[in-house]
Structures are given as C-alpha cells and as structure tokens.
C-alpha cells in the first residue's frame, strides 16, 4: 500500500509538479486546496499524467473542523507538505494582517493536527526572501534571517522560527525563484492574480498581451545594473519535496535547505536567454526601481545535494522554452 501524503495547495504552481513526482515515487497524494488561487485544472493536469484520479479535498486549511475530517477520513497518513498560503509581495504590503492571520494561522493549524493525528514528517514551503539583502552570497542555510523587506517574508521567518519550536520532524525549503512549467504543458502557474513575477510577465509581452517589460532598475550594483535572482526549473524545484519525506523518513529532527541552482542571474540574462531560445523580441525599458526588491540573491545548494542527495537539473534554456510553451498551451 502506498503512503499516503497530504499535499495543502496541491493545486498551485509548485504543488501540482509535486503531485505528480510523489505519484511516481510511489506516494499517494491527497490534496487540500481551497482554489482560492489554483485551479481544478492543475488536478485534471495531473490525473492525465499519472492515469489516475486523485483524492481532492475542496477547504480552507485554516479552518481547523473542515481539516481535522481529512486526518479523520485518511488513516495512516506518512507526511504532510505544506503549500497552501497567500503569496503575492506586493499584496502583503496592503493587507498585511490578511497574511498573518492566513500564512501562520494555516501552518498552527496543519501542525495542531499533525500532533493529534501523530503525522511526525512535515514539509513547508519557506522562500529565500527570509534572506533579505545578505551580506555575503551565496546564502547558506546558516546565513541569519535578513530584514524582511514584506509582510510576505516576516510570514515566512514567523514559520520557519515556529517549527523550530515544535514536536514534529520538518524541513523547511527556501525556494529561490521557480520558472517554467511541466514539459507536457498541461500543469503550470495558473495563479488568479495578476502576474507579478518576471517570467510570466516575459510571456506576455512575447504573446503581445502587454506591450512591453518595465525592467524594474538599472542602477544596482551588479554585472549589468539589474537585480539578480538564482532561477531555477519548478520541476526541479518540486523533486525536493519526495527527497524531504524520504530524507525525514531516516532523519528526524528540524532541517533547512536552499532550494535553488546555485547560479544567479540578472533580469537581462533571462530577457536575453528568453529571447534567444525562443526566437522572439521581447520590448523592455528601463525604469525606476521597485520598492521591497533587493539587489542580488543566489543559493549555495551544497548542503541539499550532500543530505537530501537533490540538485536542480534542467537547463536555464529549458526553462525558459517551458516558460514560453505553458503561454501557448495554457
Ligand atoms: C519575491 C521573493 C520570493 C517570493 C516571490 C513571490 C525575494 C528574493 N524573493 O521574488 O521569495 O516567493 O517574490 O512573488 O524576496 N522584475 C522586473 N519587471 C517585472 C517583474 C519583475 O524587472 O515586471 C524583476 C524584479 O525587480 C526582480 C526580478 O525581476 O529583480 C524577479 O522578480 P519576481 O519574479 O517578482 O520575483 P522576486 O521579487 O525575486
């Protein structure tokens, strides 16, 4: 019998990759996702890749009587992987009580229940935004927490500090930022806001959906005056979350990993890549900076590669490809 994992968000962008990985890995996955900003379609998605229907749970996970039924309705649930929060910068800023009450509340409420219901294996979805603007780079697991530039990144120190705290064994993934989609095109960010982020913002400019890309800053101190991020795969990205349950599953205890390439890139690196694996012109300008962005940041990845035996794959110019694909398959 496969082990069951219960995947909160499994409908999102790196959750949905995640579904299909732990599919193959001989996991179950149960999904619980209030598609608040997720789509059913991601499921479909997922169940045309794996040949299989999945168990989908339609509820808010900070709403702990609908949660507790999932504990109640599924024995013998091995790990939990905790995905479902709010995730836009920009929004945090305006309603930043919004995102406490919903980021930390959820996570109280998934560790409440993994305590009563004895699921000691949990994962979360940490970001390298509790970072800051580090010193030194690139950031090691050890490099302190930074300044929280958003409400969205004091959530996610406030949760890494409250699983250091508790019973349950966890790792804790800082994502550095995910691009691209699922080479079949059929799961991807399907995210209802507006997109923020560069590459799907890229996508559209490229899909003339926008007229063109507003490179935020071009007086950084970096190799060409824009900021620099480490990109990596979201396929990539989500094959860590198999190898955490595994790795927790002969260690217990409380881990962190930087989940990136290793590599870091400025905004132009990726219009310039984008445009020449795609063949396309992408129209830019240069403008002011953006408030809350800091200048650089890019992973040492050693320590997931020596203990969770994980490291990022695919290629820079495959993920952009993907990027552009998911815009014309989506
Ligand atoms: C940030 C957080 C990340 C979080 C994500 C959620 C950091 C280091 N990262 O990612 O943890 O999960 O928000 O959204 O805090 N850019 C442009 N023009 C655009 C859009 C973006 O120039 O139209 C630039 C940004 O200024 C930035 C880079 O592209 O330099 C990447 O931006 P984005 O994709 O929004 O991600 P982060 O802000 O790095």
């Given at each position: 019998m496969s082990k069951k994992v219960v995947v909160t968000g499994g409908a999102g962008y790196i959750g949905s990759h995640t579904l299909v990985d732990l599919f193959l890995n001989g996991y179950e996955p149960i999904v619980v996702d209030n598609f608040s900003n997720s789509s059913i379609k991601n499921i479909e998605g997922v169940e045309e890749l794996i040949q299989q229907k999945l168990k989908v749970y339609n509820l808010n996970c900070c709403d702990y009587s609908l949660f507790k039924e999932v504990f109640e309705s599924e024995k013998n649930i091995t790990a939990l992987i905790h995905f479902a929060a709010l995730k836009s910068v920009e929004e945090s800023l305006k309603k930043p009580a919004l995102y406490f009450d919903n980021n930390v509340k959820s996570l109280e409420i998934a560790l409440a229940l993994?305590?009563?219901?004895k699921v000691n294996n949990f994962v979360f979805s940490s970001s390298c935004t509790i970072y800051g603007q580090a010193k030194e780079l690139p950031v090691v697991?050890?490099?302190?927490?930074?300044?929280?530039?958003?409400?969205?990144?004091?959530?996610?120190?406030?949760?890494?500090?409250?699983?250091?705290?508790?019973?349950v064994s966890s790792v804790s993934l800082r994502y550095f930022n995910p691009i691209g989609s699922h080479h079949s095109g059929l799961i991807g960010d399907r995210s209802r806001d507006n997109p923020a982020n560069l590459l799907p913002i890229i996508t559209r400019v490229a899909a003339k959906k926008q007229e063109k890309l507003l490179v935020f800053g071009g007086d950084y101190n970096t190799h060409d005056g824009t900021c620099v991020r480490d990109y990596i795969h979201v396929?990539?990205?989500?094959?860590?979350?198999?190898?955490?349950?595994?790795?927790?599953e002969e260690n217990s205890g409380k881990h962190v990993f930087n989940i990136g390439t290793g590599f870091g890139y400025?905004?132009?690196?990726?219009?310039?890549?984008?445009s020449e694996s795609n063949?396309?012109?992408?129209?830019?300008?240069?403008?002011?900076?953006r408030g809350g962005d800091i200048e650089q940041i890019y992973a040492d990845t050693s320590l997931a590669q020596k203990k969770l035996k994980w490291s990022a794959r695919t290629s820079l110019k495959t993920a952009v490809r993907d990027a552009w694909n998911w815009e014309l398959m989506k």
């Open positions: 993994c305590k009563e219901y697991e050890t490099t302190p927490f930074g300044k929280p530039e958003s409400p969205y990144a004091e959530t996610k120190q406030k949760c890494e500090e409250i699983l250091k705290k508790d019973f396929a990539d990205l989500a094959s860590s979350h198999v190898k955490s349950i595994q790795y927790l400025s905004v132009l690196d990726i219009l310039k890549a984008f063949n396309i012109e992408v129209p830019y300008e240069i403008v002011e900076r």
